[in-house]
């Protein structure tokens, strides 16, 4: 078995120029086949990890996506003298130690989720500096909502010079207090952060107009099997009723649901038959209706598993919105899709503000699309060619690889440290499909 202490190497910060980067070349038009395998939820497998700073016993995690973030949020737990161990899709955490209270901007300033320590970690020693997890390629993402619902509890808040957030709980209270706390916006992180710093906090805590996405259920679980109390998660109030402590737990993540709607999407831009397991259809259900009206047909195969059959494509309206409203994180895979859907289609994005980077990159493939505000034009085109294109950000470089798969002629997508972050061993399961795309080590790198 192999076992694997994962190492801290803050120093791997070089930037690599464009000629020395890896990229994917892609053949297009191929037609797929066959099953592809749904790793665990990102999104849920990082902030279950943050939260397992508020056990002081052992937690292990089943079903944990071997991803470039998955890595950095270890490393970060390390840095704060967590002990975090990898056996495959293993991850053993221990956090009765943890030495230090600042998580170094090495980290936090390359993955956003970071941020999601700050809530247990105020728990667990009382004082937390975290340092802003700054803008992104995505848009402005500020943290407001976080640091409003920690100071409704009773935290002082700072931001210090550096841009670090200093929390700390004053007094001899010990531990925060229960809150009534609504949200602006039912924002993903703010959610997770209040929730997970009630668990230990004195009283009850009520979230309103909280996140209803999958992810926070499947941490409310995680939590509630460690011992807190945590109910309505998945609904748009949780009431949350702080415990003195929480133990010790094995517990497996959810498939991931963007993956899968990633790979449904694959199978719909390249009328191909392919199943997907494991899932769960109803965290699909607002992707599978699109599906529907975009008209694929998309059929559930036990509990488990979905299978996506080939058909025409046509236009279709698409809004983005909190869950269970149509997911940000799969807007420009379906724009992708849409580019060679019969008509004209109207996509507005309503959650990030800077989330349409990919659209120059598409149209270099020959698709027609414009964008006014947050509305993107997209007018079907009858195919993509394929051409060298940058991915901007994480779901952008799944758009680039659907659409390379769909389009004539070879596809190169650079830019795979987007990729890396969020989608497991892609190119190996699109190869067992039938695709043929490769991943390229330039000349320059070769050997190091
Ligand atoms: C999570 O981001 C996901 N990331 C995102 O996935 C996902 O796109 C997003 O939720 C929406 O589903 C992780 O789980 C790590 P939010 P998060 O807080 O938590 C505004 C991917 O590709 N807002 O729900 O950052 C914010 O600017 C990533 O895997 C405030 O104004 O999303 C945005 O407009 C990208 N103030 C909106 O709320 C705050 O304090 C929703 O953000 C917090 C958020």
Known sequence: ????????????????????????????????????????????????????????????????PCLVDINRMSQLLQALGVKVQRNREIL????????????????????????????????????????????????????????????????????????IVYACIPGNKGRLQGAKIYLNKPSVGATKTIMT?????????????????????????FCRQMGAQIKGAGTNTIIISGVERLHALDYSIIPDRIEAGTFLIAGAITRSDISLCPVIPEHLMPVIAKLNSIGCRVINEGSDRLRILPENLKAVDIETLPYPGFPTDMQAPFMALLSISEGNSIISETIFENRFRHVAELNRMGADIRVKGNHALIRGVSALSGAPVMA???????ALVVAGLAAEGTTIVRGLHHLDRGYENIESKLQKLGAKLQRVNSPNRQGN
Not at 197 to 219: F, W
Not at 392 to 398: K, Q, V
Request: aromatic content about 2%; overall charge negative; hydrophobic content about 40%.
């Open 197 to 221: 710093a009630a668990t230990l906090a004195e009283g009850e805590t009520r979230i309103e107009n909280a996140a209803q996405e999958p992810e926070i259920v499947d941490l409310a679980n």
């Open 1 to 64: 078995m192999e076992d694997t202490a994962i190492n801290i190497n803050l120093a791997e910060t070089r930037t690599i120029s464009l000629e020395e980067q890896p990229f994917l070349e892609i053949q297009g038009r191929q037609e797929l086949s066959g099953e592809v395998k749904i790793s665990g939820a990102k999104n849920s497998a990082l902030a279950i990890m943050a939260a397992s700073l508020l056990c002081q016993d052992d937690c292990r995690l089943r079903n944990i």
């Open 92 to 163: 053993d955490i221990n956090a009765v130690n943890i030495r230090s209270s600042q998580a170094p901007y090495e980290i936090v300033s390359r993955m956003r989720a970071s941020f999601d320590i700050i809530g247990p970690l105020l728990t667990r020693l009382g004082v937390a500096r975290v340092p802003l997890p700054g803008g992104c390629a995505i848009g402005a993402r500020p943290v407001d909502l976080y640091l409003q619902g920690l100071q409704a509890m009773g935290a002082n808040i700072q931001i210090e010079s550096g841009g």
């Open 392 to 398: 901007t950000d994480l779901r952008a470089s799944a």
